[in-house]
Nanobody, 121 residues
Framework: QVQVVESGGGLVQPGGSLRLSCAVS????????MGWYRQAPGKQRELVSS???????DYLDSVKGRFTISRDFAKNMVYLQMNTLKPEDTAVYYC???????????????WGQGTQVTVSS
């Protein structure tokens, strides 16, 4: 089994910062891409940022320059540092890992349960 657990969400004022963390554990052969998605009420889930196992990063245009993704390969963790937060960043943030389980030949997507980020004064 594989577990994906996020933490670090909360309520923050506009202009503030939050850091999200995600830990992936279980019977894992290799993790490929890790990323953060978000879903606001009434909207589709969107990719916020991703990082490959070669540390190549990608960002949603609206968060470039404000968010930074990083990864601890030894601990199977991924982080999202969010600065200069705006009300439009309010959403449930989900951690995603594309990985191969031990003894399994295919790769699959695994998701965390989500963590709420609310940006409001």
């Amino acid at each position: 089994q594989v577990q994906v657990v996020e933490s670090g969400g909360g309520l923050v004022q506009p202009g503030g910062s939050l850091r999200l963390s995600c830990a992936v554990s279980g019977s894992i052969f290799r993790i490929y891409t890790m990323g953060w998605y978000r879903q606001a009420p009434g909207k589709q889930r969107e990719l916020v940022s991703s990082i490959t196992n070669s540390a190549i990063t990608d960002y949603l245009d609206s968060v470039k320059g404000r968010f930074t993704i990083s990864r601890d390969f030894a601990k199977n963790m991924v982080y999202l540092q969010m600065n200069t937060l705006k009300p439009e960043d309010t959403a449930v943030y989900y951690c995603n890992a594309v990985l191969r389980r031990s003894g399994i030949l295919t790769t699959d997507n695994y998701w965390g349960q989500g963590t709420q980020v609310t940006v409001s004064s």
